[in-house]
């Protein structure tokens, strides 16, 4: 893994007004501290304002423990919905597999070679296929089997499994089952799945060969956060490649494969970072 910055992150939305970014910064600057990275948005439309603030912590005059109640009062004045993490806290991570290994392979190279900074606790899955690659890399392998009358019962050993090893994020990565409500509300925004299509086109199953039937000229893949709507979450990174009427549907499946593994790893790399803010089903990125 590279090497962890001991910096301190400020994630926030609130009404827009003067004085928001000013305030901030004064806070910081008061503590002594050094802002490395500032970004923000405003939506006009909405009146609402979105910052991502980072700075170093070394010389900052405030404990970690004594900043939420340092900074409560300002957050309060602003109506603030805000988060504070910091960059060498390293996230749990939890994969959830089926059978297609394309999208596990992308994350555990990437993760080998200190790209995706997280502890992956383990693997979970509902088919036995991609143990021999959960071993090769030294992460505990979970079989779950899944039929409609066990799936609330396998759901809870899930959550169990995963509260043991106080998993932060959960990846589904071509994880073949749909998660139920109950499941979903133990990990609001921290679900992260991949939809092999450009999303809101061909939603459900079968995206492929909805997409040759229709003559698309482009494919994608839609990297998303889980609500209880079918792929219908927070979209956090999408991206696409152009196909043609020569294109059968196993070229289709073939060409999403390589899109898929990567939008699904951006996504993932952006959460891990925290350069993400949810608003209203929708997100905003701060990828700068």
Partial sequence: MGSLSNH???LLSCPDRKGIVASISQ????????????????DTEKGQFFMRIEWELDDFDLE????????SPLAQQFQMKWMLCFTDYVPNVAIFVSKAPHCLYEILLRHSSGEILANIKLIISNHPDLRPVAETFGIPFYFFPITPETKSDIEKQELAVLKKHHID???????????????????PNRIINIHHSFLPAFVGSRPYHQARERGVKIIGATSHYVTPELDAGPIIEQDVIRVSHRDS???????????????????????????ILVYENKTIIFDT
């Fill in 169 to 187: 994020l959960i990846i589904l990565a071509r994880y073949m089952q749909i998660l139920t409500s109950e499941f979903i509300a133990h990990y």
């Fill in 8 to 10: 301190a992150i400020l």
């Fill in 27 to 42: 806070f910081i600057y008061e503590h002594n501290g050094n802002i490395v990275h500032a970004d923000q948005y405003t």
């Fill in 249 to 275: 549907v196993e070229d289709l499946i073939r060409k999403g494969r390589d899109i898929e593994k990567l939008v699904l790893a951006r996504a993932i790399k952006l959460h891990l970072e925290n350069r």
């Fill in 64 to 71: 970690r423990k004594e900043i939420p109640e340092a900074f």
